[in-house]
């Protein structure tokens, strides 16, 4: 079981270009998150998606776009890569309850992005 | 979003039991507690979760009083490869309202 599985592990970009960080969970889980860490931080969700065709902003959505392109996959695009955004990329997936309580997420390894 | 205060850092030894305190005093009405367990180079793990009382899984035990302003994650004697980074959060659900995650406490359990 793959669990919450990103593509790829290991980037580096020049300023200005752009690129898609991949994300794919095989837990029919309804919702997805983007999270970047920076060193020694915690993470912040840049955006998220609460359902197939949703997409909502989060803590620092600016500099990047999102696609919930089907229930499993939820990618991330930096349009012009800046050095600002270099970091660790997280995605995650979690279930949603109808009693509304917050259902644990489940992380992928990370994508590490380093723009020059 | 109710923010989240823990110790930066805690040391402790093998074999002893380890104890993490959160201070929640924004803590609304319908948000649950949930920690989480972060290795170097690795996504965050789920730990436990819960609302009031006490809570206790394979892993951990969580202790919320009362007020539910707090709360303390406790570790039974650690070993070497519980030094991580713990995360506290507290939130609703996570579609609606998304968690925040803060800084963590850093342990590093010694032999």
């Known amino acids: 079981n793959a669990g919450v599985t990103q593509t790829p592990k290991f980037q580096v970009l020049k300023t200005g270009q752009s690129m898609t960080l991949q994300c794919a969970q095989d837990?029919?889980?309804?919702?997805m998150y983007w999270y970047r860490q920076d060193p020694g931080m915690g993470l912040r969700l840049i955006y998220y998606?609460?359902?197939?065709?949703?997409?909502d902003k989060g803590e620092v959505p600016n500099g990047y776009n999102v696609s919930r392109l089907n229930k499993r996959e939820f990618s991330l695009r930096l349009e012009s890569a800046a050095p600002s955004q270099t970091s660790v990329y997280f995605c995650?997936?979690?279930?949603?309850?109808?009693?509304?309580?917050?259902?644990?997420?489940?992380f992928g390894d990370g994508t590490r992005l380093s723009i020059l | 979003l109710a923010k989240t205060t823990q110790p930066i850092s805690m040391d402790s030894y093998e074999g002893q039991e380890v104890n993490i305190t959160c201070s929640h005093n924004?803590?609304?009405?319908?948000?649950?507690i949930t920690w989480y367990q972060q290795f170097p180079s690795q996504g965050p793990r789920f730990i436990i979760q819960?609302?009031?009382t006490k809570v206790t899984n394979e892993v951990a035990s969580l202790f919320i009083p009362a007020d539910r302003k707090s709360s303390t994650l406790s570790l039974p004697r650690v070993s070497l490869s519980d030094t991580a980074v713990y995360y506290c959060?507290?939130?609703?659900?996570?579609?609606?309202?998304?968690?925040?995650f803060g800084s963590g406490t850093r342990l590093q359990v010694q032999p």
């Open positions: 924004n803590i609304a009405t319908n948000d649950y």
């Open positions: 837990m029919n889980h309804n919702s």
């Open positions: 959060l507290v939130g609703g659900n996570t579609g609606r309202r998304a968690l925040t």
């Open positions: 995650a997936s979690s279930e949603v309850s109808p009693a509304d309580i917050n259902q644990p997420q489940h």
């Open positions: 998606s609460a359902s197939e065709g949703t997409t």
């Open positions: 819960g609302y009031k």
